[in-house]
């Protein structure tokens, strides 16, 4: 049996979850989320914990077991605390800077330009110009990662002075730029 798919999942007070059929609807002080499942997954309700169970053994099922667990996992944890992902504007990245317009992110990047992000529904922005940081967040796990990823998109780090937004605690290896000439050309 999949470790994972075996756990139940504590369901904290003022979480509802609805079960109908593969649709699964989870309700928290952090909003709403739902998701379709596998079929082949039974997903229940007992003692105020999610149990999934699976009909067969094979390899297929044991991981789809596993993913279902995570996923409603994620669903809880989502509308009880909900998620977020930090991204930060490299200090080596002179003029580069995002502010807040409203709901909307408002990035400076050295284009000729500012770049304006409208966050999807569920999602909320916030800057801090001192320490030149972003913040995604929201309930939904995938949704989360799925927008910091655009917001990095927009400027990814470049590999020789590191300039760009990054993840908060990303390394970039950085290249040797140009080394001057060398060999016989070289006076």
């Known amino acids: 049996m999949s470790r994972i798919g075996r756990k139940p999942i504590e369901l904290p007070k003022g979480v509802e ?13 952090k909003g709403e989320l739902k998701r379709v499942f596998d079929r082949r997954m039974q997903v229940t309700r007992e003692d105020g914990r999610l ?3 699976r009909d067969s053994d094979d390899s297929e099922m044991r ?3 596993g993913l279902t667990r995570a996923l409603l996992a994620n669903m809880v944890t989502g509308v009880t605390t ?23 992110l408002v990035l400076y990047l050295g284009y000729s330009h500012p770049i304006e992000m409208e966050p999807p529904e569920g999602i909320t922005f916030a800057a801090d110009a001192k320490t030149r940081t972003i913040v995604v967040s929201g309930p939904d796990k995938e949704l989360v990662g799925e927008v910091a990823a655009r917001v990095r998109k927009q400027r990814a780090p470049e590999p020789y002075k590191g300039k760009g937004v990054r993840y908060a605690g990303e390394k970039i290896r950085l290249k ?9 050309g070289a006076k």
């Not at 649709?23 to 002080?29: E, L």
Request: positive net charge; charged residues 25%; without cysteine.
């Open 51 to 53: 149990v999934v169970v």
């Open 176 to 184: 040797p730029g140009k080394a001057g000439k060398t060999g016989k």
């Open 82 to 104: 909900g998620f977020s992902r930090q991204l930060e504007i490299g200090v080596e990245s002179v003029g580069y800077r995002a502010e807040m317009s409203g709901k909307k």
């Open 17 to 29: 979850v609805k079960i109908d059929g593969a649709t699964v609807i989870v309700k928290g002080p």
């Open 63 to 65: 991981a789809i077991h």
